[in-house]
């Protein structure tokens, strides 16, 4: 069967129950139909006042750098979750909401897969609680009142020409990366060049992400940096005095949602930031809510461990106070054997000699982690062509590099095919063996953190600064923004920022073309190579595949 096939012959229980299994009450449940809700503030505030005091255990998921061969990261995390409660540890997933651009592009959705995924799947991976839609109504309201301040006389002298502020969407739709609005005469507004960005990289999702509280919430949004007026001073967002609109229109966002996974364990799914554009993680109130439910919490962080990982410590992590315990890195022999140069179609066979080419990119992961000072293990998502020598190939270059290999069956069996990898990730924990830090300080200049990542994670042997990223970034710390943490936006598909450079590239200079400044979110993006903050489809898009029947069942959806 299909992964959507398995999802609709699930019976899933009412979330109430769900919620029930981990201390919630139906009455602290928003619903939205039997089996989606959000947690109301009321209990918002005691589970963030409980993790404060006694917080559970923080496992990270992450994985390889992405191969068209699959890794499986969110079926790993979940069936984890679910191992780990089989093995007696109260475990709670928390994990991102899907974007429609994926979903009617090439990735696909975010539930998982197989026999670990999080369900109703099709609600998920379509509109949700249209979370994701609210977030883009917010950011395009934003960008109607700053041109609507213009039209209307433009009180803060704000210059068309310097408005940094992007409309979005949440769909791949490469028409809009660049576009001229304001045509039409005097009464259309002001002519001008814009642009559109996919919602999930957003300043609005970011801000949404790290945001506890209404108040937060404002606090963020009020100092988005919008614009520069004619004498060269930055323009915020709280200028406008619009803040409590878009604040109103995100009230119920900020709100974490809870489904179930096929195994009717708890499933926190909030927020969605790409990891290649933006820095990649759910939302801290669905993390902490975890933490203040369950003993262990299983979180994921998106793409390969140089981009979501890094960006969980660096950014997450160190804003919301949060300290990981372990870290689960997801690989399959398929995608080592891709990163060791052997073709797609070619994978079925057994390769021991491209398998131990590719485990190079996997050690660099692995040495990466241990820059934060945490512990790792190895999930080694099987496939049925993966033969027993290559398997105790990787189990016998997993060890030599300081960490252990377990085999992770959980496409096929549930939470059943991980409870191996669910004792050693438990062990780890309670052995108390991490020690958690950021790979770089705050008080460093903008740019020597973009160059400890570059060399420390990336294994770039120089950063080559454009000259007006160079302009950018100095005028950001004359302006009080140098202490901000970065978010660098590269290909995903390679630790370079060349996605031709599969394995493990090193002694390469590392471009970074453009800098934006996320006042709100509080970093700063770095764009290296070609990276686009609005993806494109692809010739032949997943939405070929996806349908509707007279019943309204959905099929296609992967």
């Not at 039209?151 to 210059?159: M, P, R, V």
């Not at 933490?291 to 962080?301: F, K, N, R, S």
């Not at 997801?330 to 066979?349: E, F, P, S, W, Y």
């Not at 059943?416 to 460093?444: F, M, N, Q, W």
Request: charged share 25%; proline share 4%.
């Amino acid at each position: 069967m299909t992964d959507i096939e398995i999802a609709q012959k699930n019976v899933m229980i009412p979330i109430t129950d769900v919620a029930a299994k981990i201390g919630i009450d139906a009455e602290n449940l928003e619903l939205y139909g039997f089996y989606k809700a959000k947690i109301s503030f009321k209990e918002l505030k005691v589970l963030q006042e409980k993790a404060d005091k006694n917080p559970g255990k923080l496992i990270l998921v992450t994985a390889v750098t992405p191969t068209s061969a699959g890794e499986g990261k969110s079926t790993v995390s979940i069936s984890l979750a679910d191992g780990l409660n089989k093995i007696g540890k109260k475990t709670v997933v928390a994990l991102r909401e899907p974007s429609l651009g994926p979903c009617f592009g090439v990735k696909g959705g975010a539930c998982g897969g197989g026999y670990a995924q999080i369900v109703p799947m099709e609600d998920i991976n379509l509109h949700f609680t249209g979370d994701i839609h609210a977030i883009s109504i917010a950011n395009n309201l934003i960008a109607a009142l700053i041109d609507n301040h213009i039209q209307q006389g433009n009180e803060l002298n704000i210059d068309p020409r310097t408005i940094s502020w992007k409309r979005c969407i949440d769909l791949n739709d490469r028409e809009l990366r660049n576009i001229i609005v304001g045509l039409g005469g005097r009464m259309q507004g002001v002519p001008r060049e814009d642009h559109f960005t996919i919602a999930v990289a957003s300043e609005i999702m970011a801000i949404v992400c790290l945001s506890k509280t209404i108040p937060e919430l404002k606090e963020r949004i009020s100092r988005i940096v919008i614009a520069q007026n004619y004498n060269k001073e930055n323009v915020t967002f709280g200028e406008l005095k619009c803040t409590g609109a878009i604040a109103a229109i995100l009230k119920d966002v900020i709100k974490p949602n809870i489904v179930q996974t096929l195994e009717k364990n708890p499933a926190f799914v909030h927020g969605g930031p790409f990891a290649n554009i933006a820095h990649g993680c759910n939302s801290v109130n669905a993390t902490i809510c975890a933490l203040a439910t369950g003993d262990y919490t299983v979180t994921e962080a998106g793409f390969a461990a140089d981009l979501g990982a890094e960006k969980f410590f660096d950014i997450k992590c160190r804003s919301a106070g949060l300290k990981p315990d372990v870290v689960v890195i997801v690989a399959t022999i398929r995608a080592l054997k891709m990163h060791g140069g052997v073709a797609k179609a070619d994978l079925n066979k057994s390769d021991c000699s491209a398998l131990e080419k590719g485990f190079s990119n996997l050690k660099t992961h692995i040495e990466n982690i241990a820059k934060f000072g945490l512990p790792a293990v190895v999930a080694v998502n099987k496939f049925a062509t993966d033969s027993d020598e290559e398997i105790k190939l990787l189990e016998s270059l997993c060890e030599k590099a300081g960490t252990k290999a377990v085999l992770s069956q959980g496409w096929e069996k549930g939470g059943d095919g991980t409870i191996e990898l669910a004792r050693e990730v438990a062990k780890i924990v309670e052995s108390k063996g991490a020690c958690y830090h950021p790979i770089y300080e705050l008080e460093l200049p903008l740019t020597e953190k973009i160059k400890k990542i570059a060399k420390e994670i990336y294994r770039a042997s120089d950063v080559d600064f454009s000259s007006d990223a160079l302009k950018k970034l100095k005028a950001f710390e004359e302006d009080g923004y140098g202490k901000l943490p970065v978010c660098i936006a590269k290909t995903q598909n390679s630790i370079s920022h060349d996605p031709k450079l599969t394995g493990s590239p090193s002694d390469f200079t590392f471009p970074v073309r453009d800098v934006q400044l996320y006042a709100g979110a509080g970093f700063v993006v770095a764009f290296a190579g070609d990276i686009m903050t609005m993806p494109g489809l692809p010739k032949a898009p997943a939405a070929l595949n996806i349908d509707v029947d007279d019943d309204g069942v959905i099929s296609g959806l992967f």
